[in-house]
């Protein structure tokens, strides 16, 4: 049940609480007025004088969010491709054995249905990564391009390619073409990096299309518990020596968390003078890292967020899988993503501006439009029934309200049954 009903139109919330950071004022949560009128947030200061007022009693009030690092194509094949042991590997074998089901029709609906989840929860831009190899990215891409203009107005949708570093080459093989339908719709280029013996050739030859076909790039990076995996360094020294101007964005990064002190200083040291955007994926990671049959694990295989952001680094945080054999479970609900990350990665106590890694850090990353709580912003709010990050952080907000420009929106999720086969259905 719903805390309140909101009308539609010109209004103004009174005695909402909200992250400071994200009204461009000093401190934690801090207790305003947001007035709304023709669908853009026109005032953050109280006691505006409006015609319609409603006393929101302190409920928290956030700008919706940012979810720059999802598999919408892999997602919800959990049920006929089930993670075997709960392994990297095993996610890996058993993701590459289903591709052969990936027909645009099957990618389509999974990825539909994953959009209407997110933007229920209050998501209005994500970045997705398509699997490319095995002759997906025409049809996949395609797919993409459909959703793109199915859901403008809605969600903003972004897609960069995945490919493993090993399989990048210049003027050979799978790549050129991949790089080539990448340029052709507009989107993101991507590889997935570890350290092979010619990594340095692969991400010459990976930055020569990006350069040329003037891109944005985004890479899967040292995603292990091996100290020795290092590539983000080789990805920093390659970016300073091109001068490469273009936003680079790395996910995951675990291997650093893992790495000596000097040794991981030294590499937060090359990200930050490279300007690369970091993101951080605590839930997936949680899951995946340092799992041994029969062992607890001894590590969270998560980055290290304080010490990037403390260097200057932009740090931002995402859901990654959903429902497939890299992670089990998920909704694309970036709140159950904030709450996950404050405990995993121990954002309370400490700076009061980690809520902006959820929203204005990663639109910066991926060059969307303004997610903030400024005036002049759209009014894309989420209002939730807590007054506090303790009461916040401590449910789930299943009650909700979700404001698009302004307005109320239909907050109910899609049932997984639509994604049943076709003959199971009565």
């Known amino acids: ?31 305003t007025d947001l007035t709304i009128t023709d669908g853009l947030i026109t005032s953050t200061d109280a006691g505006q004088p409006a015609e319609t007022v409603i006393n929101m009693k302190g409920a928290i009030a956030l700008p919706c969010f940012v979810d720059m690092h999802t598999h919408l194509d892999k997602g919800h094949i959990w049920p006929r491709a089930s993670n075997p042991d709960g392994s990297f590997m095993g996610a890996l074998t058993t993701v590459h054995a289903d591709h052969v089901n990936w027909t645009a029709d099957d990618v389509e609906a999974r990825m539909d249905f994953a959009l209407r989840c997110a933007f229920a929860h209050g998501t209005k831009a ?12 025409a049809s996949s891409f395609g797919v993409v391009a459909k959703l793109q203009e199915q859901w403008a107005g809605k969600i903003t949708l972004q897609a960069s390619c995945l490919v493993a570093i090993d399989r990048v080459f210049r003027d050979d093989g799978i790549f050129p073409d991949i790089a080539k339908i990448v340029a052709d719709t507009g989107n993101i280029l991507g590889a997935v990096t570890y350290p092979v013996p010619d990594l340095q050739d692969r991400l010459n030859d990976f930055f020569h299309f990006a350069q040329t ?11 292990t518990n091996d100290p020795t995996s290092d590539t983000l360094r080789t990805i920093a020294e390659t970016v300073l020596a091109l001068g490469f101007k273009n936003k680079v964005t790395v996910g995951h990064c675990c291997s650093i ?5 000097n040794v991981a200083a030294e590499i937060i040291a090359l990200v930050a003078k490279a300007g690369l ?4 994926l605590p839930m997936c990671n949680m899951y995946l890292q340092d799992r041994e049959a029969g062992r607890t694990p001894r590590w969270r295989g998560v980055t290290m ?17 959903t429902r497939d054999p890299f992670y089990a479970y998920g909704d694309l609900d970036m709140i159950e993503v904030m709450r996950e990350a404050t405990r995993i990665c121990h954002l309370d106590h400490g700076l009061t501006d980690w809520p902006a890694s959820f929203v204005t850090n990663p639109a910066a990353a991926c060059g969307f439009d303004d997610t903030s709580l400024n005036v002049g912003a759209p009014a894309d709010l989420i209002l939730c029934n807590a007054r506090s990050w303790t009461e916040f952080f401590s449910r789930p907000q299943s009650d909700r309200i979700v404001l698009r420009n302004g307005d109320p929106i239909d907050r109910t999720l899609p049932s997984y049954s639509e994604l049943d086969p076709i003959e199971s259905k009565p």
């Not at 994500?126 to 990215?137: E, F, N, Y």
């Not at 003037?214 to 990076?221: A, E, I, P, R």
């Open 1 to 31: 049940m719903e805390f309140c009903v909101l009308p539609s139109g010109a209004k103004t919330l009174r005695n909402v609480t909200v992250p400071a950071c994200l009204i461009g004022r000093d401190g934690d949560l801090i207790t």
């Open 277 to 280: 955007h970091v993101v951080s």
């Open 126 to 137: 994500i970045r997705t990564h398509i699997d490319s190899a095995d002759d997906l990215a």
């Open 257 to 261: 968390s893992v790495m000596p002190d």
């Open 213 to 223: 076909y003037d891109l944005d790039v985004d890479f899967h990076v040292d995603e």
């Open 305 to 321: 967020a304080h010490e990037l952001k403390a260097a200057g680094v932009n740090v931002s945080f995402a859901s990654d899988n």
